[in-house]
C-alpha cells in the first residue's frame, strides 16, 4: 500500500500550499480497482501529476508493467524520484501521446485536464486505439469540472456515467469507444498573417497567439536591428508553449539558430510541427527540457521569455523565478534575456537580482516588456 503522504512534488516547485496528491488520486484508484485487478497487463495512466497514479496502480497489476503519460517533464522526474524514495518495485513506460500508449488497452486512468481540447485529444486517441472493451475512468476536483466534459467524452464513448462525489472529487467512467471514421482532429493548425501555429490539444493557447505573447512579438519587432536583436546566433525560447517566439525570430532573422524548450510534451510537439509548417525546422530544434537544464551554460546570446504565473490550478510564481534562474544560467555574459509578463507581478526586482540590469522595452494596460543583460 503506498503512503501518498511520502509523495513529494520534487522536482516540481513545492511550497506548503502545493500538494503531490489530491483526492481524486484516491477516488480513481478505488473506482478502477476491480477492472485493473482483472486487467494487469492493459493498465494505461495519463495525466498523473506527481506519481500517486501509477505507484498507486502499481500496488494493483502483480508486477505487470504499466504504460504512463504524462505531459509535464517533472511529473515523469517527480514519479521516479518518489518510486525510490519510497522503495516501490513499480514497471512503468512513460510513453508520449500517441497510439502506441493506448493501443489495445483495458483500463485508462485519467486525471482530468482543465482543458476540453487536451480531453477531446486523449479521448479520441483512446477510442481509436484501444480495446473496443476498454473502460475509462476519468477524476477530477469537482471545482474544476464542467458538464461539457461529459459532452467531450461523449463524443467518442457510447457510454459516460458520473459518479457519486467524495471529498469534492468525482469521477466519470465511460465504455463503448467510438472510433472515427475521418483524419485525426489533432494536432490543428491556424495561420496567423506569415505564421502558421500547430498546436495539440494541451498545450497553451492552443492554435491561437496569446496577448503576452504578441506584446513581446511587437517590442522584439521594434528594436529588430538592435545589437542585441540582430546580432544573436544562438537562442533559446524558454518555455516555448507552441513555439511562436522561437519560429518568429527565425524567420525574422535567418542566420539565427533556436532551441525551443519547454517541460511539456504536448507544448514540444507542437513547436516542433510549427516549426516544420514555416519552413525553419533545420534552424529550430524543439526540445523536452526542464528550464533548460540541457542546455551548456552560457550558451545562449538571447533568451525568449513568456513565463507562466500558475502552477497547475494554483496562481503561483514559483515556475516564473524558475525560469529567471534558467535564463540566467544559459545566458552569456552581456547575453539578453526578453521577457514579457504581466505588469502587476513586478517582476523587474527578480530579473534585476537573477539576471541583471533591466531595463522596460514596452508596457501596455496588462503587459510588460523588458530587457535584461546578463552581467
Given at each position: 500500500?503506498?503512503?501518498?503522504?511520502?509523495?513529494?512534488?520534487?522536482?516540481?516547485?513545492?511550497?506548503?500550499?502545493?500538494?503531490?496528491?489530491?483526492?481524486?488520486?484516491?477516488?480513481?484508484l478505488d473506482t478502477a480497482r476491480e477492472a485493473v485487478v482483472a486487467h494487469p497487463d492493459g493498465v494505461v495512466v495519463i495525466g498523473d501529476?506527481?506519481?500517486?497514479?501509477?505507484?498507486?496502480?502499481?500496488?494493483?497489476?502483480?508486477?505487470?508493467?504499466?504504460?504512463?503519460?504524462?505531459?509535464?517533464?517533472?511529473?515523469?522526474?517527480?514519479?521516479?524520484?518518489?518510486?525510490?524514495?519510497?522503495?516501490?518495485?513499480?514497471?512503468?513506460?512513460?510513453?508520449?501521446?500517441?497510439?502506441?500508449?493506448?493501443?489495445?488497452?483495458?483500463?485508462?486512468?485519467?486525471?482530468?485536464?482543465?482543458?476540453?481540447?487536451?480531453?477531446?485529444?486523449?479521448?479520441?486517441?483512446?477510442?481509436?486505439?484501444?480495446?473496443?472493451?476498454?473502460?475509462?475512468?476519468?477524476?477530477?476536483?469537482?471545482?474544476?469540472?464542467?458538464?461539457?466534459?461529459?459532452?467531450?467524452?461523449?463524443?467518442?464513448?457510447?457510454?459516460?456515467?458520473?459518479?457519486?462525489?467524495?471529498?469534492?472529487?468525482?469521477?466519470?467512467?465511460?465504455?463503448?469507444?467510438?472510433?472515427?471514421?475521418?483524419?485525426?482532429?489533432?494536432?490543428?493548425?491556424?495561420?496567423?498573417?506569415?505564421?502558421?501555429?500547430?498546436?495539440?490539444?494541451?498545450?497553451?493557447?492552443?492554435?491561437?497567439?496569446?496577448?503576452?505573447?504578441?506584446?513581446?512579438?511587437?517590442?522584439?519587432?521594434?528594436?529588430?536591428?538592435?545589437?542585441?536583436?540582430?546580432?544573436?546566433?544562438?537562442?533559446?525560447?524558454?518555455?516555448?508553449?507552441?513555439?511562436?517566439?522561437?519560429?518568429?525570430?527565425?524567420?525574422?532573422?535567418?542566420?539565427?539558430?533556436?532551441?525551443?524548450?519547454?517541460?511539456?510534451?504536448?507544448?514540444?510537439?507542437?513547436?516542433?510541427?510549427?516549426?516544420?509548417?514555416?519552413?525553419?525546422?533545420?534552424?529550430?530544434?524543439?526540445?523536452?527540457?526542464?528550464?533548460?537544464?540541457?542546455?551548456?551554460?552560457?550558451?545562449?546570446?538571447?533568451?525568449?521569455?513568456?513565463?507562466?504565473?500558475?502552477?497547475?490550478?494554483?496562481?503561483?510564481?514559483?515556475?516564473?523565478?524558475?525560469?529567471?534562474?534558467?535564463?540566467?544560467?544559459?545566458?552569456?555574459?552581456?547575453?539578453?534575456?526578453?521577457?514579457?509578463?504581466?505588469?502587476?507581478?513586478?517582476?523587474?526586482?527578480?530579473?534585476?537580482?537573477?539576471?541583471?540590469?533591466?531595463?522596460?522595452?514596452?508596457?501596455?494596460?496588462?503587459?510588460?516588456?523588458?530587457?535584461?543583460?546578463?552581467?
Open positions: 500500500m503506498i503512503d501518498f503522504d511520502q509523495l513529494r512534488r520534487w522536482p516540481d516547485v513545492e511550497a506548503p500550499e502545493l500538494v503531490a496528491y489530491d483526492a481524486t488520486d484516491r477516488l480513481l501529476r506527481h506519481g500517486a497514479l501509477a505507484l498507486g496502480a502499481s500496488d494493483l497489476v502483480d508486477g505487470a508493467e504499466l504504460r504512463v503519460h504524462q505531459d509535464a517533464l517533472s511529473g515523469e522526474l517527480a514519479l521516479a524520484a518518489n518510486a525510490e524514495a519510497l522503495g516501490v518495485e513499480a514497471r512503468w513506460r512513460s510513453l508520449p501521446l500517441e497510439p502506441d500508449l493506448v493501443a489495445d488497452a483495458r483500463v485508462v486512468l485519467l486525471q482530468l485536464p482543465r482543458g476540453l481540447d487536451a480531453l477531446d485529444e486523449i479521448a479520441e486517441l483512446v477510442a481509436a486505439h484501444a480495446h473496443p472493451d476498454v473502460v475509462v475512468v476519468a477524476g477530477g476536483r469537482v471545482k474544476h469540472m464542467t458538464i461539457a466534459m461529459n459532452g467531450v467524452l461523449g463524443r467518442h464513448f457510447g457510454d459516460v456515467r458520473a459518479g457519486l462525489a467524495r471529498q469534492k472529487s468525482r469521477v466519470l467512467t465511460a465504455t463503448s469507444p467510438s472510433p472515427g471514421s475521418g483524419d485525426p482532429a489533432w494536432p490543428q493548425r491556424r495561420r496567423h498573417g506569415d505564421l502558421v501555429v500547430v498546436a495539440h490539444g494541451a498545450a497553451f493557447a492552443g492554435t491561437s497567439i496569446d496577448v503576452g505573447t504578441r506584446a513581446l512579438l511587437a517590442a522584439l519587432s521594434a528594436e529588430a536591428d538592435a545589437p542585441g536583436l540582430a546580432q544573436a546566433a544562438h537562442v533559446v525560447d524558454l518555455g516555448c508553449g507552441t513555439g511562436v517566439l522561437g519560429a518568429s525570430f527565425a524567420l525574422a532573422h535567418p542566420a539565427a539558430r533556436v532551441v525551443a524548450t519547454d517541460q511539456s510534451w504536448a507544448a514540444v510537439a507542437s513547436a516542433r510541427l510549427t516549426a516544420e509548417a514555416n519552413g525553419v525546422a533545420g534552424r529550430v530544434e524543439a526540445r523536452r527540457d526542464d528550464a533548460g537544464a540541457s542546455l551548456p551554460a552560457g550558451s545562449a546570446d538571447l533568451v525568449l521569455l513568456n513565463p507562466p504565473f500558475h502552477v497547475g490550478a494554483a496562481v503561483h510564481a514559483g515556475i516564473a523565478h524558475k525560469l529567471f534562474d534558467g535564463a540566467a544560467r544559459l545566458l552569456r555574459p552581456g547575453g539578453e534575456l526578453w521577457c514579457v509578463w504581466n505588469s502587476h507581478l513586478g517582476y523587474r526586482a527578480a530579473l534585476e537580482r537573477t539576471v541583471g540590469p533591466t531595463r522596460q522595452a514596452a508596457r501596455g494596460p496588462k503587459f510588460t516588456v523588458t530587457v535584461s543583460t546578463r552581467r
